[in-house]
């Protein structure tokens, strides 16, 4: 939690020292009340006293208490709007942390929670900070003060009182060791609930299509179950302090007046007057030290379900993260449109085996290589050590003669288009969707007709309400697979890059498409570097090299023509997709 602290601003720490100024005024003009109350109740029982002098003290105790509201009013400004600048600047911080992650790191995370620990978990913290910053200033001077006020007043109202604060806290130690350890419990629910929400709704045509309503009702039913139980159990036990509260002022309020009853009965009628204002002015004071350790109860009751939020957000923020930025400008390239593999190894950090071994290629300017291999051979992980969403575990990457480990993230990424496996289309238009991203060049609305064109995506945007504005929805729900996949490609081809990444980019498309969208892409990226990942041999049949990967190694390379002949791996591949006459006439 203190860790967290230190995302406060300096100008948050000043509004805090301001609070402290008004929290102290406030604590001072409260505490005076009982003094005025004390000379009028002196001044109703004392001959001689005039009505002037009341109504005086009166006006004093209206003073004070107008004074008291007016700085509760701008230190709870001042709180809330340091607890609101605190959790702005902690959600940006998470935001930006996970924006940096690589793929490897995201998978540490869920999605579910990642969601919980940037919405819920820092809302505890912010309740924290707006209730709980202004009741531990408040309550230690509330109740020094009034400590001080009471003293020497009567050791018997003493020990009562100091009766009354040792079963208040004892209450509060014993509801706190049962409900402390299920708050972690409650937020990992949290993130179960919203990790089966979200599956169910990016999921309901697979639901729906299987008939499994029930299914996933039930399965959320029983976590939701889960989580609603804990919360009534914390809730019941937190429920004993209310009534505990009212149990131990009224009582503490009863014992006053019974043991000064008692003092003043038999004390002498000179003392009478002056122990029956002290108890007047000692049950207020009573009052406020029970209100001092009531408010300090509070806040240890919200204190544990904010630290374990703070534990799950300085999870986030403490992440080491893998693949950086070199310092300095960083490298700039030396050749165009080159990429080198030089014995390359990769496996996931918390892996044995490797993924990929030892693979060596090379890539000129306007050439097109393609992978081709069977599932998990390690296609799409080879292609994502270019844009550095991995890191080599052995071997180096080159691209335009530098190690990719030598760039800025920002300017390598400049230099390629990318096309994930799985199309990812955000909530905009089609035109905004297209020129999606920062681009060396500026992508003019002529370039993104230009790169729709050669997507074989005009033919569906032209028939569309609105066109080039046509609306997209979150994800792109509202247009086919393979209409993303094609939107997807526009997006690359309009940042005009040197080098060209598509991850098995073609597999929503018809053959037909497939065919055409290849063909214009070959003409309009003639002098660019294309590396292609595939299932279809007719995909990467023209390419001029193919890499074909088994288990993480190259079982061969070379044409289509000459895998023919070499790579019995390839060979088999393409018989179970083309006959032996397509192969022998392609």
């Known amino acids: 939690m203190i860790k967290l602290l230190k995302q406060l601003r300096k100008r948050d720490w000043l509004l805090v020292v301001v609070s402290i100024f008004f929290i102290a005024f406030q604590v001072f003009l409260d505490l005076k009340l009982p003094d005025y109350m004390s000379k009028i109740t002196t001044l109703v029982q004392t001959e001689g006293s005039t009505m002037a002098d009341i109504l005086l003290n009166g006006f004093y105790m209206l003073l004070c208490a107008f004074g008291s509201l007016l700085a509760a ?182 014992a006053i007046y019974f043991i000064g009853a008692y003092l003043i009965m038999n004390s002498p009628l000179s003392g009478k007057l002056t122990l029956f204002s002290d108890m007047v002015v000692f049950s ?43 310092e300095g400008r960083g490298a700039t390239p030396q050749e165009v449109g080159t990429i080198k593999f030089n014995n390359v190894s990769f496996k996931y950090p918390d892996a044995d085996e490797y993924i990929l071994k030892n693979i060596s290629f090379e890539v000129k300017k306007g050439e097109t290589v393609a992978f ?98 046509h609306p997209i929805s979150q994800g792109g729900t509202n247009v086919s697979g393979g209409q993303k996949q094609r939107l997807s490609i526009a997006r690359a081809i309009a940042r005009d890059p040197e080098i060209y990444l598509f991850d098995d980019s073609f597999s929503a498309l018809d053959y037909k498409t497939d065919a055409t969208l290849r063909k214009e892409l070959k003409k309009y990226t003639k002098n660019a570097t294309t590396l292609i990942v595939a299932q279809r041999i007719g995909t990467v049949m023209n390419a001029d090299k193919i890499l074909v990967l088994e288990n993480g190694e190259c079982v061969g390379m070379g044409t289509h023509k000459e895998l023919l002949k070499t790579c019995e791996v390839y060979k088999q591949i393409a018989l179970s997709q083309l006959s032996k006459e397509e192969l022998e006439n392609a």
Do not use: C
């Open 372 to 469: 081709l291999g069977s599932t998990g051979s390690g296609k799409s992980t080879l292609l994502n050590l270019v844009p550095r969403f991995y890191d080599a575990t052995e071997g180096e990457v080159l691209v335009d003669g530098v190690n990719v480990k030598e760039y800025k993230q920002e300017d390598l990424h400049d230099l390629l288009g990318y096309v994930p496996q799985r199309a990812v289309l955000f909530k905009g238009t089609i035109k905004s969707n297209v020129s999606y991203g920062k681009s060396k060049k500026k992508i003019t609305e002529e370039k993104i007709k230009e790169a729709l064109h050669v997507a074989q995506a005009d033919d569906f945007v032209l028939k569309l309400d609105g066109t080039y504005n």
């Open 284 to 326: 207020s004071y009573a009052m406020q030290v029970i209100m001092s350790f009531l408010m300090l109860a509070m806040i240890f009751m919200i204190l544990p379900r904010a630290s374990v939020s703070a534990k799950r957000i300085n999870e986030v923020l403490d992440q080491k993260i893998d693949i950086t930025d070199p």
């Open 73 to 254: 009013v701008i230190t709870g400004y001042f709180i809330a709007r340091i607890a609101a600048n605190f959790s702005k600047n902690l959600r940006k911080n998470i935001f930006n942390k996970v924006g940096n992650f690589s793929l490897q790191e995201i998978k540490d995370f869920s999605t579910s929670s990642l969601i919980t620990r940037t919405t819920n978990d820092v809302t505890q913290i912010e309740m924290l900070i707006a209730m709980g910053l202004q009741m531990l200033i408040k309550a230690p001077i509330t109740a020094v003060w009034a400590i001080t006020k009471i003293l020497n007043k009567s050791w018997q109202w003493s020990a009562v009182t100091g009766v009354a604060v040792i079963i208040l806290l004892s209450t509060i130690g014993i509801l706190m060791t049962i409900i402390l350890p299920r708050f972690k419990i409650v937020q990992k629910l949290i993130d179960k609930v919203n990790g089966l929400t979200r599956e169910n709704l990016t999921g309901i045509r697979v639901v729906r299509a299987f008939n499994a309503e029930k299914f996933q009702e039930d399965k959320f039913e029983k976590t939701n179950a889960d989580l609603t139980n804990l919360q009534l159990f914390n809730q019941k036990k937190l429920a004993i302090m209310q009534p505990m509260m009212y149990l131990v002022m009224y009582g503490l309020t009863l």
